[in-house]
């Protein structure tokens, strides 16, 4: 059981990229499924998440510029990226989880809510 992420790349400072999350033989859709980044020489940390019930937390970092989207149809889970940075850079990991309910406010960006993590894919913001 594991999700696999797309739709990493290089892109330029100001540019877009949206990196999709899907599931095959689970569900995605009433799961927490979190986007976490890992830039070298720094520790994991949370981007995004949405919850079962929808709700959706951003990291300070990222907000108005990261959109965490979800399409049940499709069992995938969507980060859109905008206005990117070279801070951005950094290989980004979708997690699905289902322990955990309800108000996620103060837990969506520890990594013990998530019980399945993907590979990842490399983001690189550059010029």
């Known amino acids: 059981v594991q999700p696999v992420e797309s739709g990493g790349g290089l892109v330029q400072p100001g540019g877009s990229l949206r990196l999709s999350c899907a599931a095959s033989g689970f569900t995605l859709n009433d799961a927490t499924v979190g986007w976490f980044r890992q830039a070298p020489g720094k520790e994991r940390e949370g981007v995004s998440c949405?919850?079962?019930?929808?709700?959706?937390y951003y990291a300070d970092s990222v907000k108005g510029r990261f959109a965490i989207s979800r399409d049940n149809a499709k069992n995938t889970v969507y980060l859109q990226m905008n206005s990117l940075k070279p801070d951005d850079t950094a290989v980004y990991y979708c997690?699905?989880?289902?322990?955990?309910?309800?108000?996620?406010?103060?837990?969506?960006?520890?990594?013990?809510?998530?019980?399945?993590w993907g590979q990842g894919t490399q983001v690189t913001v550059s010029s």
């Open positions: 997690a699905r989880g289902t322990a955990y309910r309800g108000n996620l406010y103060y837990i969506w960006g520890a990594e013990y809510v998530y019980d399945d």
């Open positions: 949405i919850s079962g019930d929808g709700s959706i």
